[in-house]
């Protein structure tokens, strides 16, 4: 091992200690709060609410369209098919999910994907308003 002077020992601790931030864990998304007329409506007490489009790095889709989906307490978007595949994340409540194949319920800070040209359906069984951040990804 070869010896460290003073300026290699400064060095490395100035980068140890701008990487620190680094190495601590990040915290969980929080929720936006949105007003009642935010976004547009998609069915009573659901609304979207665009955050924007972004450039994907995965070869089979050429973009990811970011959307808040805000739903109010009880409200349901009915049986929708999927255009895109589509990541959902609960960044706040919980819903019961209904695929053609299967039921079930996911809570804030989890997720789980809808596959184009299927069925989806969701309800925020919550008594606060839920929302769903999704990635919905443009193919190529």
Not at 15 to 38: F, Q, R
Not at 94 to 108: A, G, L, N, Q, Y
């Amino acid at each position: 091992m070869t010896d460290i002077n003073r300026r290699s020992a400064l060095a490395l601790g100035l980068a140890a200690t701008a990487a620190t931030p680094l190495l601590i864990s990040a915290d969980p998304a929080v929720a936006k709060e949105y007003g009642p007329n935010d976004g547009k409506e998609l069915a009573p007490g659901v609304r979207i609410v665009e955050l924007g489009t972004f450039k994907s790095d995965i070869p089979a889709y050429k973009s990811i369209n970011l959307v808040d989906i805000v739903f109010q307490p009880g409200a349901v978007v009915p049986e929708t098919m999927m255009d895109n595949d589509m990541l959902c994340y609960i960044t706040a409540g919980e819903f019961t999910i209904k695929k053609p194949d299967r039921e079930f319920k996911v809570k804030e800070g989890e997720m789980y994907a809808c596959a184009k040209g299927q069925t989806d359906m969701a309800t925020n069984t919550s008594t606060v308003v839920g929302i769903h951040t999704i990635g919905i990804l443009v193919p190529a």
